[in-house]
């Protein structure tokens, strides 16, 4: 039962254009989500949060769109980097449950 | 300050062995939780636990597998009798609860051969 889903296995972007990721859900008791990074051989790293109660969060050149009707939460790099290059999960909770994680999206920025 | 520390960082066991690998939190963590990712797969949740509550034990696999948290800081995840098919990255992290964000450590790395 995958109750988060990362439907893209990898994307690849240009450098300086958007990167967009996208993320699906299937149980609407959640209501804090998360998106993290990682690099090869490190743990996952935090990068952004948003509550159910807002539907958009903008942290610099990160920001995670919420669609409570739809089930879908994004997360937009713009410009992207080539440091952004990395695998990025998407994880999603309800109350003091514990976090669920997509599959990972790889995503590759090209020069 | 100290981030979440694992140990061993890779571990190479013969099938039927059992392994026990090591999480350290950051201090002050109420929450430990152990996820593992296995070769081009997502994280998969194994075990929580929160404060002084019962451990949220349904990631689990089988009972092959057990964790303990001793005086709600360091924890121990025990695997017995390997299987090859628990060949993965075990990942531990820990937060300050719900809904404050995970850090993760560096994982350990285990190979049943």
């Known amino acids: 039962d995958q109750q988060v889903k990362q439907n893209s296995p990898s994307l690849s972007v240009q450098e300086g254009r958007i990167s967009i990721l996208n993320c699906d859900y299937t149980?609407?008791?959640?209501?804090?989500f998360l998106w993290y990074k990682k690099y090869p051989a490190e743990g996952p790293t935090f990068l952004i949060s948003?509550?159910?109660?807002?539907d958009k969060n903008e942290d610099g050149r990160f920001t995670v769109f919420l669609n409570k009707s739809a089930k879908h939460l994004s997360l937009h790099i713009v410009p992207s980097q080539p440091g952004d290059s990395a695998v990025y999960f998407c994880a999603a909770s309800s109350g003091a449950q514990k976090l669920v994680f997509g599959q990972g999206t790889r995503l590759t920025i090209n020069p | 300050g100290a981030g979440v520390s694992q140990s061993p960082s890779n571990k190479v066991t013969e099938k039927g062995k059992d392994v026990e690998l090591r999480c350290d939190p950051i201090s002050g963590h109420t929450a430990l939780y152990w996820y593992r990712q296995s070769l081009g797969q997502g994280l998969e949740f194994l075990i929580y636990?929160?404060?002084?509550?019962?451990?949220?034990k349904s990631g689990l696999p089988s009972d092959r597998f057990s964790a303990e948290r001793t005086g709600g800081s360091v924890s121990t995840l025990t695997i017995q009798r390997t299987q090859q098919e628990d060949s993965a990255v075990y990942l531990c992290a820990s937060s300050l609860g719900p809904p404050a964000p995970l850090h993760f450590g560096n994982g350990t790395r285990l190979t049943v051969t």
């Open positions: 149980n609407s008791m959640f209501d804090y």
């Open positions: 948003i509550s159910s109660i807002k």
């Open positions: 636990f929160q404060g002084n509550s019962a451990p949220d």
